[in-house]
């Protein structure tokens, strides 16, 4: 099992920024992606951004050039930190790691981040 602890959401204002992070713990062996997924009021849930293990790293249309995934493997944590916000990012994030070759996935409990125009 692997436990995905999520942090650093909040309220910020247009043109703000915000970073979160997202840290694993347990039987993290084998963990090959980490990506941020948002869910907003009334949507589906929307891939954010993904980051693998060997360092490539993709990113939805909406958020290229603002946003940027990242990760620390000493401290097993991803991040996102967050430029330019606009009110329509607002949305819970969550946070999965999935492993490999099983494809197993773990998700995070979510942070609501909300921007206000």
């Known amino acids: 099992q692997v436990q995905l602890v999520e942090s650093g959401g909040g309220l910020v204002q247009a043109g703000g920024s915000l970073r979160l992070s997202c840290a694993a713990s347990?039987?993290?062996?084998?963990?090959?992606?980490r990506s941020w997924y948002r869910q907003s009021s009334g949507k589906q849930r929307e891939l954010v951004a993904t980051?693998?293990?060997?360092?490539?790293?993709n990113y939805a249309d909406s958020v290229k050039g603002r946003f940027t995934i990242s990760r620390d493997n000493a401290k097993n944590t991803v991040y996102l930190q967050m430029n330019s916000l606009k009110p329509e990012d607002t949305a819970v994030y969550y946070c999965?790691?999935?492993?490999?070759?099983?494809?197993?996935?773990?998700w995070g409990q979510g942070t609501q981040v909300t921007v206000s125009s």
């Open positions: 999965r790691v999935r492993r490999w070759p099983s494809g197993t996935e773990y």
């Open positions: 980051i693998t293990s060997g360092g490539y790293r």
């Open positions: 347990g039987s993290i062996s084998g963990i090959n992606d």
